[in-house]
Every structure is written in C-alpha cells, then in structure tokens.
C-alpha cells in the first residue's frame, strides 16, 4: 500500500527445531522468502527475540511478525491481503485460537501475526508473551463466533468479554491479546483468503513438520515436470539494443524485439515447458532456434550451445531465486552456482549482456 511503511519481522528459532534436516529446509525457505520480500520492496529483520523485533518496528506503520517456518504463496496474495487489513482499523490480525479446551488462555498464534504499530506504542510497547505453563491467571473471557474455520478452537472473530475466567495455562501471545481486549482494541483474525496465501511447515513439531513438508516435494515436482508458461512471463528489462544471439528460458518471448538475426536458445529444466515452447515458439525468418534440456543450478552444458563469437544476451531470470527448487538448495549452494555460471558465460564469450529477474543474494 503506496506511502505505509511495513516491517517483517522473522523471529529465528531456527536453532530450536528438532533435527539438522528440518533446520536446513527452513533455513532455504527463510533465505528465499527474505529475498522475496525484499524485491516486493519490503523491509525484513531477522532475530530470535520476538520483543526486541517489535521494539526495532517503532518507526514503521505495521509490523508483520513471522515464523521462518512461514512462506506466502500464489504470487502477490498474501501482499494484496496485507494491504487490504492495513487500510482497516486494528491492533492485532493474526490466527487467534481458542484454547478453552485445554483450560488455556487464548493464543496469537506465531506463525504469522501483524501489529498496529499506533496501537503498539499508545500500549507502551509491550512484551508479546511466552508459552507459560501450570500459571495460574485471571483474564476476560473473550467473546468468540460460534463458527469456526476449523475444528473447534478457530474462531471467525473475537472481541472483549464482560466476564472473568481463571486459566491454567499462558500461550503465545497473551499479553498482546489481554492488552487488546482489557482496552477493547479490535482484533481481525485470519479470514480464508489470506490462510490460502502463505504456507506454515510446523518445523517446531517433528510430527507435523513431516506431514506440511510434503508441500516441498509436491510444488518441486510440479515445477520440474508439470508447470508450463504458455506466455511470456518475464516483465520488462528496460533493453533496447539488437543482438545477433539470445540465450533465454522457455517462458516468454523476450527475444522478440531484441534480434532479427541469429540464433535463440531456449533452455529449462522442465522438459515439458521446453517441448511445449519447442513446438509452439513464434518464430522470425533467419533465426536459427536451440532447445537445451538443463538444469542451470546443477551443470554448466549451456555454454556447449552458445557461439561464442556473436553479441549475445543471456537472461538468467530468477533460476537462481526460484520458489519451486529454493527449498532443495542453500543460499550459498545457489550464489556459488550462480557465479560459477557467470564466470563461465563472460569467460567464453565475447560480447555478452546478462539479464536477471532475481539474483540469489537479493536481500543478503
């Protein structure tokens, strides 16, 4: 939203998860997911203490604090959706669940929450609030919808209650909650659209981590033999000039305008999208037309296809920055690939220009 000013705040408790897998999986989530927030032109801080997170957001509109077990998915949803509850008046949007059952206050749950940061600072800046077991405590009973999004702890809304309650038990977030209702601030809990925007790995529960990490295999899958753009999908690179070669993946038509004569090499690892492409490419007279089955973070064999001795543009688009194969490879694991191929393509060529959409690094 044009003019607020928001801040992600990734509280890291990476170290905490159970086995070196389930950190190292998160870990390439988190990298990636940082580098989409900062191209989306979001500002993100990463530390392992949630207050001192929100005490570093005293200058921002909104604070949008996050697991790095959390990643938004389905392009720009979850971001139309933070627009949307930020033109709203609110001091917490979150899952708020109903821990009755379990004689527990009421939880803000910590996989993603937003933060009115007015609201905020009128609070003093308050402590969120750990997980506090057998504490006894006397809080205002919410009043809750007796719907729910599922199960029967996800209420549709809350607000404050008349009554009091003796709990057993503290969750996350129960101070940000008592201050919320004690004051009678609104509170907007999750509604379905953005719940399908972003994904939760549960990484801090082994158990459930391996039935969400399923995710991972499926979206690679999907990605690497499934997927197809059957038009162009990059925007615009701001390039003018003509070159005589263009080395580009096979999801657009970003040679078009860039060359009336040479050669144009189209290369993927989906080898679905490159027949697809290979069939169905609009092709220009003179043009000699390459199609290369590679996998760029794993092999260098594109320089094989490319003639050296032409004014080329090779667009790397974001191959080193992709939602479909970050999980499997580290940040260093894709900058290393990233720079290895580089090196490869200004080494053997001459007269080169190369395009990204999205580095590895960015944001790093």
Request: charged share 25%; proline share 2%; aromatic share 14%.
């Amino acid at each position: 939203m044009k003019d607020t000013k928001i801040l992600f705040c990734v509280v890291n408790d990476i170290k905490s998860y159970k086995t070196k897998q389930i950190q190292t999986t998160i870990q390439n989530i988190l990298d990636f997911t940082i580098s989409n927030l900062y191209t989306k032109g979001y500002d993100v801080i990463v530390r392992e203490d949630e207050d001192e997170l929100l005490s570093l957001a005293v200058d921002y509109d909104y604070a949008v604090v996050m697991s790095p077990g959390t990643e938004y998915i389905n392009g720009f949803a979850f971001f139309d959706e933070l627009d949307n509850i930020c033109k709203k008046d609110f001091f917490l949007a979150g899952h708020i669940l109903d821990r009755s059952n379990y004689n527990a206050y009421y939880e803000l749950h910590h996989q993603c929450y937003i933060v009115n940061i007015d609201y905020y600072k009128k609070l003093n800046r308050p402590f969120v609030g750990k997980l506090e077991k057998n504490n006894q405590h006397v809080q205002l009973e919410p009043i809750r919808s007796k719907e729910n999004y599922h199960d029967d702890y996800t209420p549709k809304y809350v607000s404050k209650g008349n009554t009091n309650r003796t709990y057993r038990h503290k969750c996350h977030g129960w101070n940000l909650l008592r201050l919320a209702f004690e004051n009678d601030y609104p509170i907007i809990v999750f509604d379905e659209d953005i719940r399908n925007s972003k994904k939760h790995y549960y990484p801090e529960v082994e158990e459930d981590y391996n039935k969400h990490i399923k995710h991972i295999d499926e979206k690679f899958d999907y990605c690497k033999t499934q997927l197809i753009h059957k038009s162009n999908t990059e925007w615009t690179t701001g390039i003018t000039e003509k070159y005589e070669q263009i080395v580009l993946p096979a999801s657009g038509m970003l040679y078009l305008d860039l060359i009336d004569a040479g050669r144009v090499v189209f290369y993927d690892y989906n080898k679905r999208a490159l027949d697809y492409w290979k069939e169905n490419v609009p092709r220009k007279d003179n043009i000699e037309y390459t199609f290369v089955h590679t996998n760029l973070l794993e092999e260098l064999s594109i320089v094989d296809y490319i003639d050296p001795n032409l004014k080329t543009l090779v667009n790397l688009s974001n191959i080193f920055c992709y939602e479909g194969t970050a999980a499997y490879f580290s940040l260093q694991e894709r900058k290393s690939a990233q720079n290895k191929l580089q090196k490869a393509l200004t080494d053997n060529i001459k007269n080169i220009d190369i395009n990204f959409t999205l580095k590895a690094d960015a944001g790093h």
